[in-house]
Every structure is written in C-alpha cells, then in structure tokens.
C-alpha cells in the first residue's frame, strides 16, 4: 500500500495509574468520576465532552510533555570524476519529527518515536531512498537530538539523544536522554478496545515548525500495514496530520475514567487518501517498551520448515510442471527434480526468456533423515558457452559459504512459489484461501528481494569461474541426467556415483532425454 513516511515529534508516557511528576517531585494520582454514558457506547468515547473537567485542569497545568527530534545524517556518495578518477563527496540530510518520554529514572529518561524518525539507511537504494541523496550513499554518521522547533540554531541547550532499541517491523524507536523530561501523565490505554468514531487527541510538531495538538475520530480500528519492512497491525484517524507529526502519542477519552488513555503512535498517512492517517497500535509496543529488546515477528506465510516432508511435497510439485521457474532477488532461478529424489536449482542469466541458459547449477541431494531438507551435492557454474564442473574442494572457505547461503535461499524460495502455485490451483478454499494465497505471493516477494545481493553474487561466480574459450563445457540436459547403473559381481545394477566435478557424457549423445528450452551452445536459441 502506498504509504508517505512522516517525520516525526516527541511526547511520553507512564505505564500502570495515572502519575503525575510535579516540580517538587512529589507524585499524585489523578481520579476522576465516571464519563457521561451519552459518548460511551465502547470502551473509549465519541465525544469530548466525556474528558471530565479535573483531567482538563490537570492537562493545563502540566509542562509540555511532547518534543520536536532533529535527526540527521551524513552520506558518503561515490562518484568519478571527469578524469576517471573514483572520487567521494558527502551529504548532510535534517528531518524533524515528534517523541515523548514515557519513563524517568534518575537523570535518564526513555522516549518512544518512530524508527524511520530515529534511524537512517544504511546504505540508499530503491527500497530505501532518501531524499537528495543518491542511490549507493553510505551513512557515515549520525545524531538524534531534542530542539526546540525546525528553526532552532542554538545548539547549547539541545538535548542529546541515543538509541536504545529499534523495531523497522513496528516502526517504533526507544531513545535515552540523559536529563529529566516531563513525562506523559496518562495510562497506556488498550487500543484493542478501540471502535470507529472514537475521539482521538494527537499531540506533536506538524513539519517541526510549531507544538500543535490535533483532533479526529476513528475511522477505521484495524489495519495491518506490510508496506516495505513494516509488519503490524494499525488504526486509521482523520486527524489533520503533516509530515513532522510521526512519533507523536495518541490519546483516547477512557469512558472509565474520563481522562486520556496513550493508544498508539502516529506514523505514516496514506499519499491519495485526505486525512487517513494509520497509528501504530499501543498493544503491540508494551514488550518493547518495558524489555527494551526487539522479538522479530514472523509472518505466517513465511513461516517455511525446511525437512523431508517438505522436500517430498516440492518433488511431487516439480514433477506436474515442465518448468518450476520461481525469483531469485531479480533474477529467475527453477527447480528441477529427477526419479532418484535429487534436486537441481538453476540459476539462469539476465537474458531470459530470450538466452535461457543457466550460470550456476546446485545439486541438492536426498537428506540422510526426515528432518532435514537435503545436502549440498555437486555445483556447475556457467555462461554462455555452457557448464562447468567443480568440486567443493576447489573453492575456498569464503565461496563455499556464499554456495551454501545461496542453496538456503534457492530451497526457501521455491518452496514459497510451490506453495503460491497450490494456492492458484485450489479453488476450493474460497475468498479466504484467495487471500492467504496473496498473502502468501507478497511475502515471496519480499524474501526474494532479500537476496538481491546473493543473485548479484550468482554473477560474480559467472564472471570467475565460468568455461574459458577452449574449456570442455556441459549442456544442462547432461548434467541432470541420471547416471548410469553399474553391474556388480552379484548380478544386481547399483547406480554409479560419479566424483564430484566428473565431466559428464555430452549432450548429443542419444540416451540423453530431449528438452524443449535451448541447450547452453550459442548456436541455439529458444
């Protein structure tokens, strides 16, 4: 879904009762009667009217407990220039965004913001661009700070900042500052709870300029956001909210006890939508907030066991097709299986469709138990003159380590795009089978492009170790053929087992099988 990431603002909040830190450092616990019924179908009100007039007061006499963040950043970009010459210039990039405190102990205070406010990439490139600064820029440093405003240039009376913990998935940051904070006076509310045309109050630094408070109702409760690495599960507010506003809390009238509840963190607005803003849901950050440790969440549909059962479904899949093509980062890989249970991963080059020959071949051999997928067999590393084959012990620690990650993510991803092709295929399971099949088909999506960088290394292996001009090469029919049986003296055919990096018969000779895609010559074309 297209979202715009916002910058973003500070405030802070307290767990448990609702606690008021005073100058005097004493503490008082803020009661209030009941919410008037009228706004109170739910467990949060409709209406403004339910705030009873003692949390009014309490809220008017509090400091300002939310702070405008300064993040920025300096990239270094390489370039030539117009000698040749590989030279480097650096990019200073500012954002400001919203934070609050929702802890203090001692002369330390925790705040919550968002991760795209606390963190920059590490390195630019279409999935993580930033602004003004080219693709392929390295972040060579960084500072998070609290300021008064955009404007703010006297810099003696910033407020240091660092990171405790980040959550890209939650898009939820847990920042330290070394002095005392105001902090937020209400209790962490229960965003399950939440209902449409709920009223919220959203406190923060629209476009870093100015404090600002902002009003609007829920519109929708529930909205799981998947876009790019985010992974969580959303509301959606018609508050009129800027860029600026990201990190900022987000309060809902408690029909309990007509004061303010911290139900979310503001973070991202849809780009063609008017005033639909989406907040992280309060719920999911609590472990976050009091662990100050990170617990990766795992996407069902990517959920992939790899073992013997698994490895015995893809199989059975692979033999109903004549090609199980599947992407690889952004190139196409396919599985291949033969009668004795070996699989062969090709990974093909940038050509295809119109050269289909593969640049590295992996022979994935039958595991020797049930619980685990398979064992890395033979490896053919080609280019446009065919395959060549190698032994494993011709490579070094550091190759066979990018052989061994590479045949990972080949086994994850084709299982992933068998199960999407099932999926397709059963049109029993209805709108909601439907849906767990895309679901499914965006997570694919995302673990391919995860490999960018080990496709990227398919070609490096081309480059290095391809046949030469002149080199014995392999067309890929010879290498998937299944070696021929040897008598023994008992009368009974074993299968011979070649040695790893054996020359195998060529393709012309008759026994091989035929296959519609072109061989490896060059002379040949599909």
Request: net charge negative; aromatic share 8%.
């Amino acid at each position: 879904m297209a979202r715009l990431r916002m910058a973003c603002a500070l405030s802070f909040l307290v767990s448990g009762f609702a606690v008021v830190q005073i100058a005097s450092g004493q503490s008082q616990v803020a009661q209030a009667p009941s919410a008037s019924a009228a706004y109170c179908a739910s467990e949060y009100a409709d209406d403004f009217s339910a705030f009873t007039s003692r949390a009014r007061e309490l809220e008017q006499k509090l400091p300002a407990y939310t702070f405008c963040i300064r993040s920025s950043a300096t990239y270094e970009c390489p370039f030539y220039g117009a000698d040749g010459s590989l030279r480097r210039k650096k990019r200073r990039v500012v954002a400001h965004g919203t934070g609050f405190a929702y802890k203090q102990d001692s002369n330390e205070a925790l705040l919550l913001t968002n991760e795209h406010v606390a963190e920059w990439p590490a390195v630019t490139d279409e999935d993580h661009p930033v602004e003004d600064v080219p693709l392929g820029c390295k972040r060579v440093g960084d500072s998070l700070k609290i300021v008064d405003n955009e404007s703010d240039s006297y810099v003696r009376d910033d407020i240091p900042l660092t990171r405790v913990v980040v959550d890209p998935q939650l898009d939820v940051a847990v920042l330290k500052a070394k002095s005392q904070l105001p902090i937020v006076p209400w209790r962490i509310g229960h965003s399950a709870g939440l209902k449409e045309r709920n009223i919220v109050d959203v406190r923060g630094f629209p476009l870093g300029v100015l404090k600002a408070t902002n009003v609007g109702k829920v519109v929708s409760a529930y909205d799981h956001d998947d876009y790019k690495d985010w992974d969580h599960d959303d509301f959606v507010i018609d508050a009129l909210l800027s860029p600026g506003n990201s990190g900022s809390p987000v309060f809902a009238i408690s029909c309990k006890t007509g004061e303010f509840e911290l139900v979310g963190i503001y973070h991202a607005g849809y780009t063609r939508g008017s005033a639909l803003n989406v907040v992280v849901a309060i719920d999911q950050v609590r472990d976050l907030m009091t662990t100050l440790k990170r617990t990766p969440r795992v996407r069902p549909e990517m959920r992939i066991l790899l073992d013997g059962s698994t490895r015995a479904s893809l199989v059975a899949a692979s033999k109903l097709s004549l090609e199980s093509f599947f992407p690889f980062g952004q190139m196409t890989a396919a599985v291949r299986s033969r009668d004795d249970g070996v699989l062969f991963y090709e990974v093909f080059n940038r050509d295809l469709p119109l050269r289909a020959y593969p640049v590295l071949v992996i022979e994935d051999l039958p595991p020797a138990d049930a619980s685990s997928f398979g064992a890395l067999g033979r490896i053919w590393i080609g280019n446009r003159q065919g395959l060549k084959a190698y032994a494993r012990s011709e490579f070094d620690a550091e190759t066979l380590s990018q052989l061994t990650k590479l045949l990972e993510g080949l086994r994850r991803d084709s299982v992933a795009a068998s199960a999407v092709r099932s999926g397709d295929q059963d049109v029993s399971t209805g709108k909601e089978g439907f849906e767990r099949t895309e679901r499914m088909h965006k997570a694919l999506q995302r673990a391919s492009a995860s490999y960018t960088d080990l496709a990227q290394g398919v070609l490096d292996l081309s480059e290095r170790f391809g046949p030469q001009p002149g080199e014995p090469s392999l067309d890929i029919r010879a290498v998937v053929k299944a070696p021929a049986a040897e008598p023994n003296p008992s009368g009974a055919n074993l299968p011979a087992s070649p040695a790893v990096g054996a020359v195998l018969p060529p393709a012309s000779t008759p026994s091989a099988p035929p296959d519609n895609r072109s061989s490896n010559s060059s002379s040949k074309q599909q």
